[in-house]
């Protein structure tokens, strides 16, 4: 069982990125996807959820009206669509399998990072002019 986010890179305050999370050995529609964020010296704070129980999704208000979560069940594959990136966006950027539905496991506006039995790599974001 495996995850591997991918599409992070430099890019200039106000563009756009596409990451990705890529399961191999099961099936990601069959559970919750979560994206968290680490900045250098700073707590991982997850950022938005993609639910299997009703198929919403959540985003955290730091985020909200900038970035899309989203499927691709053919391609068993979940997507965060970022937009309007801001230089506080910068961070490695984690995906990963666990309880995101459960509201026990937010604290404020975040995700937090526990709970969480698989992870991908991380892929860096670097928004800077």
């Keep these: 069982v495996q995850l591997q986010a991918s599409g992070g890179g430099l890019v200039q305050p106000g563009s756009s990125l596409r990451l990705s999370c890529t399961a191999s050995g099961f099936t990601l529609d069959d559970y919750n996807i979560a994206w968290f964020r680490q900045a250098p010296g700073k707590e991982r704070e997850g950022v938005s959820c993609a639910r299997k129980s009703d198929g919403s999704a959540y985003l955290a208000d730091s985020v909200k009206g900038r970035f899309a979560i989203s499927r691709d069940n053919a391609k068993n594959t979940v997507y965060l669509q970022m937009g309007s990136l801001k230089p506080e966006d910068s961070a490695v950027y984690y995906c990963a399998e666990g309880p995101c539905s459960d509201d026990a496991y937010y604290s404020g506006d975040y ?7 698989y992870w991908g790599q991380g892929t860096q974001v670097t928004v800077s002019s």
């Design 111 to 117: 995700i937090l990072p526990y709970g969480y039995d």
